[in-house]
Nanobody
Framework: VQLQASGGGLVQAGGSLRLSCAASGGTFSMYAMGWFRQAPGKEREFVATISWSGRSTYYADSVKGRFTISRDNVANSVYLQMNSLKPEDTAVYYC???????????????????WGQGTQVTVSS
């Protein structure tokens, strides 16, 4: 499975961005999907995850209520709508895929099999 993330950019605090991740080369609906992020000098952290069907979603406490993960299994894509952005949201954002059979809301990043190349999100104060 190949993943291509897009949609990052520079936005002012309080603004919004929508990240997209397009999948190819596999059966997208067999995978749960996640978004992770890594800020400079920090470890990669979990942001959000969604089950294969889209019926189950989970979020890091730091983004709950501001970010929404969704997917379109016809378009083979997963999205991250980010609202009320804060400077501390600045990071490179990565999408990742994990077989649904291996997925749980607490699955760490090293359980995800496939990763996109990352897209930079910068939030100015």
């Amino acid at each position: 499975v190949q993943l291509q993330a897009s949609g990052g950019g520079l936005v002012q605090a309080g603004g919004s961005l929508r990240l997209s991740c397009a999948a190819s080369g596999g059966t997208f609906s067999m995978y749960a999907m996640g978004w992770f992020r890594q800020a400079p000098g920090k470890e990669r952290e979990f942001v959000a995850t969604i089950s294969w069907s889209g019926r189950s979603t989970y979020y890091a406490d730091s983004v709950k209520g501001r970010f929404t993960i969704s997917r379109d299994n016809v378009a083979n894509s997963v999205y991250l709508q980010m609202n009320s952005l804060k400077p501390e949201d600045t990071a490179v954002y990565y999408c990742a895929a994990i077989p649904q059979t291996s997925w749980s809301s607490a699955a760490p990043g090293d359980k995800y099999d496939y990763w996109g190349q990352g897209t930079q999100v910068t939030v100015s104060s």
